[in-house]
């Protein structure tokens, strides 16, 4: 087991993290801008700025974080499989749990109603799954090390 906690937590779940963190500031910027300043639901709000924040994901993973060498469709094709998974699996939970809870709850802040306090509440939590779930898949399964591959960075 001590292996197995070594090998999940090495240099590569650090450098996901901190390519988490741009993405983060890039996609959440764009579903935060785009609801509250554009009018658009939490749904598609998330979706945009996810797509958007992953391309950027997937070039930063790619190469910096995972240094997968596979070329073609393959990686491409895995890697979005795994975000569109990911993002039902994450949002798909935390927008209808949310909303449930705050309704109610009649939980709200910052003046808002209760419907735009559990969008904005939502995508956060959503966010949050997102990044668990992504690590695993991204890690195991879009740019998974080959046998005989180094696990040294």
Do not use: H
Not at 31 to 42: H, I, K, T
Not at 57 to 83: C, E, H
């Amino acid at each position: 087991m001590g292996n197995f906690i070594k090998q999940f937590f090495d240099i590569k779940f650090w450098k996901f993290i901190l390519v988490g963190i741009l993405n983060t500031v890039v996609g959440m910027g764009l579903q935060f801008l785009f609801f509250n300043l554009c009018g658009w639901n939490e749904w598609i709000s998330s979706l945009v700025g996810y797509i958007l924040g992953s391309i950027l994901s997937y070039f930063l993973n790619k190469y910096f974080t995972f240094k997968n060498k596979d070329k073609g469709w393959k990686p491409i094709v895995k890697f979005a499989l795994n975000i569109a998974v990911c993002y039902g699996l994450a949002y798909g939970i935390a927008i209808p749990l949310i909303s449930m809870l705050c309704t109610a709850n009649s939980w709200t802040m910052f003046g808002w109603s209760v419907e735009k306090f559990a969008g904005n509440f939502s995508m956060i939590v959503g966010a949050c799954l997102f990044v668990a779930f992504n690590y695993i898949g991204q890690r195991f399964f879009a740019f998974r090390e080959k046998k005989g591959e180094s696990g040294k960075q």
